[in-house]
Nanobody, 121 residues
Framework: QVQLVESGGGLVQPGGSLRLSCSAS????????MGWYRQAPGNKRELVAT???????DYADSVKGRFVITRDNAKNIVYLQMNSLKPEDTAVYYC???????????????WGQGTQVTVSS
């Protein structure tokens, strides 16, 4: 019943910028990590960036210095600012939230439907 909704994808020229946003349509409790992943045709889904509720960030080497992940803990919104985009950044980008299961050591993972980012001249 809970869905992650992504927006901001599209077509952009090399060197351009895009900002992706992701929000939950329903209530999600105990989220501790929010992030972005991407998958290009013929490739496996890979980590792009993550941010914890404490503010710790992690980036793939391929996007360091170009992408910035931020979050709004109160609203469970995560953003990905993408700058200096390259053709190799072309992929479907997926939003991800991880939440702790009450009374358990387990973690539940929520995924968005994906949004297409195409970098081409």
């Amino acid at each position: 019943q809970v869905q992650l909704v992504e927006s901001g994808g599209g077509l952009v020229q090399p060197g351009g910028s895009l900002r992706l946003s992701c929000s939950a349509s329903g209530r999600i409790f105990a989220i501790y990590v929010m992030g972005w992943y991407r998958q290009a045709p013929g490739n496996k889904r890979e980590l792009v960036a993550t941010v914890t509720t404490e503010g710790t960030t992690d980036y793939a080497d391929s996007v360091k210095g170009r992408f910035v992940i931020t979050r709004d803990n109160a609203k469970n919104i995560v953003y990905l600012q993408m700058n200096s985009l390259k053709p190799e950044d072309t992929a479907v980008y997926y939003c991800n939230h991880k939440a702790r299961i009450p009374g358990s050591a387990g973690v539940f993972t929520y995924w968005g439907q994906g949004t297409q980012v195409t970098v081409s001249s």
